[in-house]
């Protein structure tokens, strides 16, 4: 009985060591896909669906986004909205409603999504448990939320030949954001007046 307890406990800690390497594979892989880029740019086109599959919103608009922390999600009409952060602060303006939500940023990866892409990478093996499958020119990374409160159960994130591709969100009740990413171009200048947001006259301001 003690050869095949001391069997199991080897056959226990490899299978621990084992999933420790491929966790610090997928993190240094996806470190070094992430850290490539200062600067984003691109179009996107977003697609939410409910559990069982029916179309619930379609939208597209422009990102831009600068390391560490500065990000612009332009959404675009019919339900225009502009989400922009300089680091610190998050603005979210309605102009339909012409209204503007303020916001201290929430560093938390797994509460800003855009902070996996503009943000530390550092944070993200503190964040989340990560996977990784390579297959050609495409890799997928999983990624799923070590904090209990997070605003989605699981992560994917796609890179082909390199570039960032897409991402999918899904949260606890089974609803999915598919984003694509189009025409990206990376280490290109972009303008910091991007990252800041004067809230127009006339509009209502929510202080959260």
Not at 25 to 32: G, H, I, K, N, S
Not at 99 to 116: E, I, K, N, S
Not at 182 to 195: A, C, I, Q, Y
Request: charged content about 25%; proline content about 3%; cysteine-free.
């Amino acid at each position: 009985m003690r050869v095949i307890r001391l069997l199991m406990l080897a056959v226990l800690s490899f299978t621990l060591l084992t999933a420790q390497a491929d966790e610090e594979a997928a993190t240094q892989r996806l470190t070094e896909l992430l850290n490539q880029a200062q600067t984003i740019s691109a179009r996107f086109s977003q697609l939410t669906l409910d559990a069982s599959g029916t179309q619930l919103q379609e939208t597209a608009g422009q990102l831009v986004l600068k390391r560490p922390g500065l990000f612009r999600w332009h959404t675009d009409q019919p339900m225009e909205q502009l989400l922009v952060s300089n680091g610190k602060k998050v603005w979210l303006y309605d102009p339909d409603l012409e209204q503007v939500t303020v916001q201290t940023l929430d560093q938390r990866l797994t509460h800003t999504p855009a902070l996996l892409l503009s943000g530390d990478v550092s944070q993200i093996r503190e964040n989340f448990d990560i996977d990784y499958k390579e297959g050609g020119n495409v890799v997928d990374f999983i990624l799923k939320p070590k904090a209990k409160d997070s605003l989605f159960d699981s992560l994917r994130l796609s890179f082909r030949n390199r570039v960032l591709n897409d991402m999918q969100l899904i949260d606890s009740i089974g609803q999915r954001t598919n984003i694509l990413f189009l025409n990206v171009k990376m280490n290109e200048p972009v303008d910091d007046g991007l990252f800041s947001f004067d809230i127009p006259q006339g509009a209502d301001v929510i202080q959260e």
